[in-house]
């Protein structure tokens, strides 16, 4: 299936590993010409080159901190200046820490609106512009399984990722008219470094080991393993592409049947 991503450009953010990286390689892989950035200069650069020699693309790093508006608004202008355009943004932000209401601290709560929430809006508000001066666009934000069933012990990432769903939903409408697109895609547990971090930690607390948490996991999971990232990135490299020019407003999970509800 061509999706008609060649020559598209797509910003993916906090791509330099895990799921940001699947996506970025998916797209590559497509055709389209990438923005990346994350925070750690020499990881995104080593990722910037191998998906350049792995896909012959044409890859942007930019290191930027996406939860200070001055590295987002740095980040989208870096890309207009080598590329022309952004055609495609694909937000995403390292999950906030776990935790329970009583031991989050105001602090806390803050710096994780910004991460989680407050870059989503800089991001599209710094790309949108630009997509309906053309009148096309695709946004696609990161959000989790939280959003749908809450997960325990992670009540920032619970609380904000469902705001960027309200935020998104809401945009949708607003831009439809505009040929621009507006979705959500929610992984579930994936075999990334956060998932893995996030199990040690969780295992620490019970007394057991990682593998084996890792194994409750997947014991809630229909399909009795954990995904893996190529597997996000190919509903992602769907939702963006010229063939999804029908949906919005939409948030689709891809959880291996994690989630429980009728929709």
């Known amino acids: 299936m061509d999706l008609g991503l060649h020559n598209k450009i797509a910003l993916v953010v906090a791509a330099s590993s895990g799921l940001g990286r699947a996506v970025a390689e998916e797209l590559a892989a497509e055709g389209a010409s990438l923005v990346i950035c994350g925070r750690v200069t020499k990881t995104l650069t080593e990722t910037a080159a191998a ?30 200046t080598r590329f022309g355009r952004i055609d495609i943004l694909v937000t995403n932000a390292g999950g906030p820490p776990a935790g329970t209401f009583e031991n989050i601290t105001q602090e806390e709560w803050e710096a994780a609106t910004r991460l989680t929430l407050y870059s989503a809006i800089n991001l599209a508000r710094q790309v949108l512009p630009g997509m309906k001066e053309r009148g096309w666009g695709r946004i696609l934000n990161t959000t989790s399984i939280a959003v749908k069933q809450p997960v325990e012990g992670l009540l920032l990432s619970n609380s904000l990722r469902a705001a960027v769903t309200g935020f998104a939903r809401t945009l949708a409408n607003e831009v439809a008219s505009e040929g621009i697109t507006v979705n959500n895609i929610l992984p579930g547990y994936t075999r990334t470094e956060r998932v893995e971090e996030l ?27 954990l995904g893996e990232p190529h597997e996000f990135a190919a509903l992602a490299a769907f939702l963006v592409s010229e063939r999804a020019s029908y949906i919005t407003g939409t948030s689709m999970q891809v959880d291996g049947g994690w989630i429980r509800s009728l929709l």
């Open 199 to 225: 199990a040690r930690m969780m295992a620490e607390k019970q007394g057991i080991t990682a593998e084996e948490f890792k194994a409750r996991w997947e014991s809630e999971i229909p399909m009795k393993r």
């Open 51 to 80: 998906i350049a020699d792995k896909t012959g693309g044409h890859v942007l790093a930019v290191t930027a901190d996406v939860s200070v508006p001055n590295d987002v608004k740095r980040l989208v202008e870096s890309g207009i």
